[in-house]
Protein backbone atom coordinates (compact mmCIF):
# COMPACT_ATOMS: atom_id res chain seq x y z
CA UNK A 1 0.00 0.00 0.00
CA UNK A 2 1.37 3.73 -0.87
CA UNK A 3 1.13 5.48 2.28
CA UNK A 4 -0.29 9.05 2.54
CA UNK A 5 1.66 11.89 1.31
CA UNK A 6 1.22 13.58 4.15
CA UNK A 7 2.51 11.00 6.54
CA UNK A 8 0.91 8.44 8.71
CA UNK A 9 -0.46 10.13 12.33
CA UNK A 10 -0.34 7.26 15.29
CA UNK A 11 -2.48 8.82 18.34
CA UNK A 12 -2.49 5.73 20.37
CA UNK A 13 1.07 4.38 21.56
CA UNK A 14 1.87 3.21 24.71
CA UNK A 15 5.34 3.16 26.14
CA UNK A 16 5.27 0.56 28.03
CA UNK A 17 4.16 -1.52 25.26
CA UNK A 18 6.32 -0.54 22.52
CA UNK A 19 9.70 -1.33 23.81
CA UNK A 20 12.14 -2.57 21.01
CA UNK A 21 12.45 -6.51 22.30
CA UNK A 22 16.31 -6.34 21.92
CA UNK A 23 15.68 -3.40 24.34
CA UNK A 24 13.22 -5.42 26.51
CA UNK A 25 16.10 -8.11 26.74
CA UNK A 26 18.54 -5.97 27.53
CA UNK A 27 17.01 -4.05 30.08
CA UNK A 28 15.47 -6.88 31.75
CA UNK A 29 19.49 -8.64 32.00
CA UNK A 30 20.17 -5.48 34.18
CA UNK A 31 16.83 -5.88 36.16
CA UNK A 32 16.61 -9.62 37.09
CA UNK A 33 13.30 -10.01 34.95
CA UNK A 34 12.59 -12.95 33.09
CA UNK A 35 10.80 -12.10 29.59
CA UNK A 36 8.72 -15.02 28.78
CA UNK A 37 8.98 -16.73 25.13
CA UNK A 38 5.14 -15.68 24.63
CA UNK A 39 5.58 -12.23 25.63
CA UNK A 40 3.25 -10.85 22.35
CA UNK A 41 -0.38 -11.11 23.02
CA UNK A 42 -2.12 -13.90 21.13
CA UNK A 43 -5.66 -13.31 19.47
CA UNK A 44 -9.04 -13.77 22.01
CA UNK A 45 -6.80 -13.48 24.53
CA UNK A 46 -8.77 -11.25 26.42
CA UNK A 47 -8.28 -7.74 27.71
CA UNK A 48 -7.82 -8.67 31.60
CA UNK A 49 -4.95 -11.39 30.32
CA UNK A 50 -3.31 -8.83 27.86
CA UNK A 51 -2.97 -6.15 30.57
CA UNK A 52 -1.10 -8.95 32.50
CA UNK A 53 1.55 -8.65 30.34
CA UNK A 54 2.72 -5.67 30.89
CA UNK A 55 3.76 -6.32 34.35
CA UNK A 56 6.86 -7.71 32.79
CA UNK A 57 7.45 -4.51 30.43
CA UNK A 58 6.78 -2.23 33.60
CA UNK A 59 9.11 -4.17 35.36
CA UNK A 60 12.00 -3.25 33.67
CA UNK A 61 11.05 0.80 33.30
CA UNK A 62 10.79 1.69 36.80
CA UNK A 63 13.86 4.22 36.80
CA UNK A 64 13.95 7.31 34.88
CA UNK A 65 17.04 6.11 32.23
CA UNK A 66 14.68 3.07 30.93
CA UNK A 67 12.23 5.69 30.12
CA UNK A 68 14.02 8.18 28.19
CA UNK A 69 15.80 5.47 26.52
CA UNK A 70 12.29 3.90 25.39
CA UNK A 71 10.43 7.23 24.87
CA UNK A 72 13.61 8.04 22.18
CA UNK A 73 13.47 4.69 20.69
CA UNK A 74 9.62 5.15 19.89
CA UNK A 75 9.64 8.20 18.36
CA UNK A 76 13.01 6.76 15.89
CA UNK A 77 11.12 3.78 15.51
CA UNK A 78 7.85 5.72 14.27
CA UNK A 79 9.84 8.11 12.11
CA UNK A 80 11.03 5.47 10.33
CA UNK A 81 7.84 4.06 9.56
CA UNK A 82 6.54 7.18 8.09
CA UNK A 83 4.60 8.40 11.16
CA UNK A 84 4.55 12.19 11.49
CA UNK A 85 2.72 12.80 14.02
CA UNK A 86 2.66 10.63 17.19
CA UNK A 87 1.61 10.36 20.36
CA UNK A 88 2.91 8.52 23.13
CA UNK A 89 0.73 7.62 26.56
CA UNK A 90 1.86 6.00 29.16
CA UNK A 91 1.02 5.51 33.65
CA UNK A 92 4.23 7.48 35.53
CA UNK A 93 2.32 6.43 38.85
CA UNK A 94 3.26 2.96 37.64
CA UNK A 95 7.42 3.58 37.36
CA UNK A 96 8.28 3.50 41.11
CA UNK A 97 12.04 4.57 41.40
CA UNK A 98 11.11 8.22 40.93
CA UNK A 99 8.74 10.83 41.49
CA UNK A 100 5.74 10.71 38.87
CA UNK A 101 7.42 14.31 38.25
CA UNK A 102 10.72 13.15 36.94
CA UNK A 103 9.11 9.76 35.50
CA UNK A 104 7.10 12.46 33.38
CA UNK A 105 10.67 14.44 32.54
CA UNK A 106 12.39 11.71 31.51
CA UNK A 107 9.67 10.84 28.94
CA UNK A 108 9.53 14.29 27.85
CA UNK A 109 13.33 14.49 27.99
CA UNK A 110 12.97 11.03 25.36
CA UNK A 111 10.93 11.83 23.15
CA UNK A 112 12.41 15.68 22.50
CA UNK A 113 9.21 17.42 21.21
CA UNK A 114 8.88 14.51 18.33
CA UNK A 115 5.82 13.60 20.11
CA UNK A 116 3.07 14.23 22.23
CA UNK A 117 2.50 13.14 25.79
CA UNK A 118 -0.35 11.68 27.47
CA UNK A 119 -0.79 10.90 30.96
CA UNK A 120 -2.87 7.89 31.74
CA UNK A 121 -4.82 6.97 34.56
CA UNK A 122 -6.31 3.28 35.37
CA UNK A 123 -9.76 2.62 36.19
CA UNK A 124 -10.07 1.76 39.17
CA UNK A 125 -7.34 4.53 40.81
CA UNK A 126 -8.42 6.75 43.22
CA UNK A 127 -9.17 10.15 41.82
CA UNK A 128 -6.45 12.15 43.65
CA UNK A 129 -4.54 9.91 40.55
CA UNK A 130 -5.72 11.71 37.67
CA UNK A 131 -5.79 14.53 39.56
CA UNK A 132 -2.26 14.87 40.42
CA UNK A 133 -1.38 14.06 36.57
CA UNK A 134 -3.25 16.58 35.27
CA UNK A 135 -1.68 18.73 37.89
CA UNK A 136 1.28 17.62 36.27
CA UNK A 137 0.40 17.88 33.03
CA UNK A 138 -0.53 21.91 33.24
CA UNK A 139 2.89 22.30 34.44
CA UNK A 140 4.50 20.68 31.52
CA UNK A 141 3.65 21.80 27.57
CA UNK A 142 5.32 18.47 26.35
CA UNK A 143 2.34 16.80 28.32
CA UNK A 144 -0.46 17.12 25.44
CA UNK A 145 -3.73 14.78 27.53
CA UNK A 146 -4.78 12.50 29.79
CA UNK A 147 -6.52 9.24 29.49
CA UNK A 148 -8.66 6.94 31.29
CA UNK A 149 -7.16 3.55 30.57
CA UNK A 150 -7.43 -0.11 30.93
CA UNK A 151 -10.69 -1.21 32.10
CA UNK A 152 -14.07 -1.01 34.43
CA UNK A 153 -13.92 -4.16 36.71
CA UNK A 154 -17.15 -5.13 39.51
CA UNK A 155 -14.52 -4.58 42.49
CA UNK A 156 -13.45 -1.37 41.47
CA UNK A 157 -14.51 1.36 44.16
CA UNK A 158 -14.61 4.08 41.53
CA UNK A 159 -16.69 4.51 38.48
CA UNK A 160 -15.89 6.53 35.32
CA UNK A 161 -18.09 9.70 36.89
CA UNK A 162 -15.49 9.74 39.50
CA UNK A 163 -13.00 10.95 37.56
CA UNK A 164 -15.51 13.94 36.01
CA UNK A 165 -14.00 16.44 38.14
CA UNK A 166 -10.41 16.07 37.22
CA UNK A 167 -11.16 15.60 33.13
CA UNK A 168 -13.08 18.89 33.57
CA UNK A 169 -9.74 21.08 35.58
CA UNK A 170 -8.09 19.17 32.44
CA UNK A 171 -10.29 21.03 29.65
CA UNK A 172 -9.81 24.59 31.50
CA UNK A 173 -6.49 24.03 31.56
CA UNK A 174 -6.43 23.22 27.37
CA UNK A 175 -5.26 19.75 28.24
CA UNK A 176 -6.74 17.01 25.53
CA UNK A 177 -8.89 13.89 26.76
CA UNK A 178 -9.37 10.83 25.84
CA UNK A 179 -10.88 7.68 27.51
CA UNK A 180 -10.19 3.99 26.59
CA UNK A 181 -13.94 3.23 26.22
CA UNK A 182 -16.11 0.19 24.64
CA UNK A 183 -13.59 -1.76 24.19
CA UNK A 184 -15.61 -4.78 23.98
CA UNK A 185 -17.86 -3.29 26.47
CA UNK A 186 -21.16 -1.67 26.26
CA UNK A 187 -21.57 1.26 23.88
CA UNK A 188 -22.60 3.07 26.87
CA UNK A 189 -19.34 2.88 28.02
CA UNK A 190 -18.47 5.75 25.37
CA UNK A 191 -21.47 8.08 25.70
CA UNK A 192 -20.80 8.74 29.24
CA UNK A 193 -16.58 9.09 28.74
CA UNK A 194 -17.95 12.00 25.85
CA UNK A 195 -21.15 13.53 27.96
CA UNK A 196 -19.51 12.97 31.74
CA UNK A 197 -16.02 13.41 31.25
CA UNK A 198 -15.79 15.60 28.15
CA UNK A 199 -13.61 12.88 26.10
CA UNK A 200 -12.55 14.69 22.97
CA UNK A 201 -11.45 11.37 21.26
CA UNK A 202 -12.23 7.30 22.42
CA UNK A 203 -9.38 4.93 22.62
CA UNK A 204 -11.05 1.34 20.86
CA UNK A 205 -14.77 2.00 21.11
CA UNK A 206 -15.27 -1.13 18.93
CA UNK A 207 -19.13 -1.13 20.12
CA UNK A 208 -19.78 2.41 18.88
CA UNK A 209 -22.46 1.71 16.21
CA UNK A 210 -24.07 -0.58 18.63
CA UNK A 211 -25.69 2.32 20.28
CA UNK A 212 -27.87 4.90 18.18
CA UNK A 213 -27.52 7.53 20.98
CA UNK A 214 -23.83 6.95 21.27
CA UNK A 215 -23.43 7.19 17.76
CA UNK A 216 -25.31 10.54 16.90
CA UNK A 217 -23.37 11.73 20.06
CA UNK A 218 -20.23 10.85 18.82
CA UNK A 219 -21.08 12.25 15.33
CA UNK A 220 -22.23 15.58 16.88
CA UNK A 221 -19.53 16.51 18.85
CA UNK A 222 -16.84 15.65 16.21
CA UNK A 223 -15.53 13.49 18.64
CA UNK A 224 -12.59 11.16 17.39
CA UNK A 225 -12.24 7.05 17.29
CA UNK A 226 -8.98 5.99 17.97
CA UNK A 227 -9.05 2.70 15.92
CA UNK A 228 -6.30 -0.03 16.85
CA UNK A 229 -7.10 -3.03 14.75
CA UNK A 230 -4.75 -5.91 15.81
CA UNK A 231 -5.14 -4.98 19.52
CA UNK A 232 -8.75 -5.14 19.21
CA UNK A 233 -8.58 -9.02 17.36
CA UNK A 234 -5.40 -9.91 20.41
CA UNK A 235 -8.33 -8.10 23.62
CA UNK A 236 -11.23 -10.42 21.60
CA UNK A 237 -13.03 -6.85 21.46
CA UNK A 238 -13.30 -8.15 17.62
CA UNK A 239 -13.25 -11.69 16.10
CA UNK A 240 -11.06 -10.85 12.70
CA UNK A 241 -9.78 -7.95 11.42
CA UNK A 242 -12.10 -8.40 8.77
CA UNK A 243 -15.22 -7.47 11.38
CA UNK A 244 -13.45 -4.42 12.70
CA UNK A 245 -16.01 -2.02 12.20
CA UNK A 246 -13.80 1.12 11.11
CA UNK A 247 -15.55 1.35 7.18
CA UNK A 248 -18.94 1.38 9.01
CA UNK A 249 -17.62 4.55 11.47
CA UNK A 250 -16.16 5.99 8.24
CA UNK A 251 -19.79 5.69 6.60
CA UNK A 252 -21.76 7.30 9.19
CA UNK A 253 -19.88 10.36 9.53
CA UNK A 254 -17.65 8.92 12.25
CA UNK A 255 -14.13 11.04 12.66
CA UNK A 256 -11.58 8.20 13.20
CA UNK A 257 -7.55 6.95 12.94
CA UNK A 258 -5.48 4.37 12.92
CA UNK A 259 -3.29 3.43 15.63
CA UNK A 260 -0.59 0.50 16.86
CA UNK A 261 -1.65 0.72 20.26
CA UNK A 262 1.35 -1.52 21.33
CA UNK A 263 3.93 -2.13 18.48
CA UNK A 264 5.80 -4.68 20.51
CA UNK A 265 3.19 -6.47 22.54
CA UNK A 266 1.12 -7.27 19.21
CA UNK A 267 4.36 -7.40 16.66
CA UNK A 268 2.88 -4.55 14.67
CA UNK A 269 3.79 -1.48 12.97
CA UNK A 270 2.51 1.88 11.87
CA UNK A 271 2.58 0.91 8.15
CA UNK A 272 1.35 -2.72 9.09
CA UNK A 273 -1.76 -1.17 10.50
CA UNK A 274 -2.77 0.87 7.54
CA UNK A 275 -2.11 -1.89 5.37
CA UNK A 276 -4.80 -4.19 7.12
CA UNK A 277 -6.81 -1.01 7.64
CA UNK A 278 -6.62 -0.70 3.88
CA UNK A 279 -8.01 -4.15 3.03
CA UNK A 280 -11.41 -3.67 5.18
CA UNK A 281 -14.18 -4.53 2.82
CA UNK A 282 -15.52 -0.71 1.99
CA UNK A 283 -12.21 1.01 2.49
CA UNK A 284 -10.77 2.98 -0.51
CA UNK A 285 -6.94 4.25 -0.69
CA UNK A 286 -9.23 7.54 -0.09
CA UNK A 287 -10.82 6.62 3.27
CA UNK A 288 -7.16 5.70 4.68
CA UNK A 289 -5.59 8.83 3.82
CA UNK A 290 -8.33 10.30 5.42
CA UNK A 291 -8.13 9.05 8.79
CA UNK A 292 -4.17 9.49 8.36
CA UNK A 293 -5.31 13.17 7.95
CA UNK A 294 -7.77 13.20 10.80
CA UNK A 295 -5.13 11.92 12.83
CA UNK A 296 -2.72 15.13 11.91
CA UNK A 297 -5.73 17.59 12.88
CA UNK A 298 -6.89 16.08 16.14
CA UNK A 299 -3.44 15.31 17.56
CA UNK A 300 -3.99 17.27 20.85
CA UNK A 301 -2.58 20.66 21.26
CA UNK A 302 -1.67 22.91 24.03
CA UNK A 303 -2.83 26.35 24.05
Not at 28 to 36: K, L
Not at 60 to 81: G, N, P, T
Not at 83 to 88: A, F, P, S, Y
Not at 100 to 120: K, N, Q
Request: glycine letters at 10%.
Amino acid sequence: MDLPQSGLSDLHRHLDGSLRLETLRELARVAGVEVPEDIAFQPGMGLAAALERFRVTLAVLQDEASVRRVAAEICEDAAREGVRTLEVRFAPQLHLQASMERIVDAALDGLGGRAGLILCTLFGEPPAVIEKLVAIAAERPGVVGIDLAGAPRPQHSWGMAAYASAFAEARRRGIGRTVHAGEGRPAREILEAVTVLGAQRIGHGTTLAEDPEALEVVIERRVVIEACLTSNVHTGAIATIGEHPLPRWLESGVRATINTDNTLLSAVDAPGEYARAARLPGMTAETVTACAAVGHVAAFQRR
